[in-house]
């Protein structure tokens, strides 16, 4: 019998990462509707600012009523369970599918309006956490569920569910930057010691502190060069920055990329550069283990229950803003080649034995 789920996204944001999941789902007899774009101008404004917050709280009666003849057409229809994904329909529609005897799962990552809260008008916060105890909380690692908890969230609402990835998927990457990632896979025809990022190029991000990292290491290793896959509203600021630290001559801005498998058989280090640790950076990371890369990044992120143990032996997770210390992993794993091999064998190992898509979903589809 097939499972009817009903998915809010009312910021219309690109959740890839999440909806993947959804996908999979699909082949378990579940059956996903998006809630309509109307549907989705009826949950308010984004509460991005203080006058907007204020706006919603006016609106708030409004949209429920609304919302209600939304969602009693939608239990007519047979939906058993919604998905919020946003704080909007979270405090709107929570309430709402509750009384008509609905299930209600909430989606918390990284970037969660919540987890920045002194942006939040008082009174959002409150109603986020009464409303919380009528739903069920999924966040993708325990990292954020104890954030959660800090917040006021009772425990016993938040399910922590393990990330993973589809293992050995062949993509192809065909662009203008083809050739160079194409050469650069090739290890034996490798010029240069090649550190990456993978990294969505907004603020804040961690950016110039590699640059910085990347300018201390020139003076031990000469042959390097620093590849960044990833577009944002910065990428021009970015590259202006590269030139003003005299670094645009070894460094490659080449924009996202749809396939990465090419890029990461490119690099011999690759470097978390995000702020914040969301679902799609953890996918991104978990390939970057899955093509025997070393991994380095900040300390207190999160990243301590991905990298396999012997990453966090050598010292692999360093102070975050500390470009000395980043410098100083690079340059240690370039002089090591037998240690990089290491841990890149580690690396595979950890994302084989409990990284995989097929237990994340499980997971997934027990709770909704």
């Known amino acids: 019998m097939s499972k009817n789920i009903l998915i809010f996204n009312s910021l219309q944001e690109n959740n890839k990462a999440v909806f993947a999941i ?96 002194k942006t939040l008008n008082k009174f959002i916060s409150k109603a986020y956490k009464i409303i919380s105890n009528q739903a069920t909380i999924i966040t993708f690692s325990n990292f954020n569920k104890i954030r959660l908890k800090n917040l006021g969230i009772k425990e016993k609402n938040i399910k922590a569910i393990q990330p993973g990835i589809k293992l050995n998927k062949r993509e192809h990457q065909n662009n203008l930057f083809n050739e160079l990632a194409q ?62 630290m005299e670094l645009d001559n070894i460094t490659w801005f080449v924009g996202e990329q749809i396939h990465l498998k090419k890029w990461l058989d490119g690099f011999d280090v690759f470097v978390a550069a995000c702020e914040d640790l969301r679902l799609a950076d953890i996918n991104i990371l978990l390939k970057a283990m899955n093509a025997k890369l070393p991994i380095i990044g900040p300390q207190n992120l999160g990243l301590e229950e991905i990298i396999p143990e012997i990453s966090k032996k050598n010292g692999c997770l360093v102070e975050p803003d500390n470009s000395e210390m980043l410098a100083r992993q690079i340059i240690k794993l370039w002089r090591d080649k037998n240690l990089r091999a290491k841990i890149g064998k580690s690396s595979v190992e950890g994302v084989e034995k409990y990284f995989i898509i097929d237990r994340m979903v499980e997971e997934f589809e027990k709770i909704i």
């Open 22 to 117: 959804f996908e999979e789902l699909k082949n378990r007899d579940f059956y996903f509707f998006i809630a309509s774009r109307a549907a989705q101008q009826c949950l308010g404004p984004r509460l991005n600012n203080f006058l907007k917050q204020i706006l919603f709280i006016i609106l708030l009666p409004f949209l429920c009523l609304v919302n209600f003849l939304y969602l009693a057409y939608y239990k007519i229809q047979k939906i058993q369970t919604i998905i919020c994904l946003n704080i909007n329909e979270k405090i709107i529609i929570t309430p709402i599918a509750k009384l008509l005897k609905m299930k209600v799962v909430w989606t918390e990552d990284a970037d969660s309006a919540v987890f920045n809260n």
């Open 183 to 244: 050469n650069e896979g090739k290890a034996y025809k490798r010029k240069f010691f090649t550190v990456g990022a993978v990294v969505e190029l907004k603020k804040p991000q961690k950016i110039e502190n590699l640059f910085q990292a990347i300018k201390h290491c020139l003076t031990v290793i000469p042959n390097m060069q620093l590849i960044i896959v990833g577009e944002g509203k910065e990428r021009k600021n970015l590259s202006w920055l590269s030139k003003k």
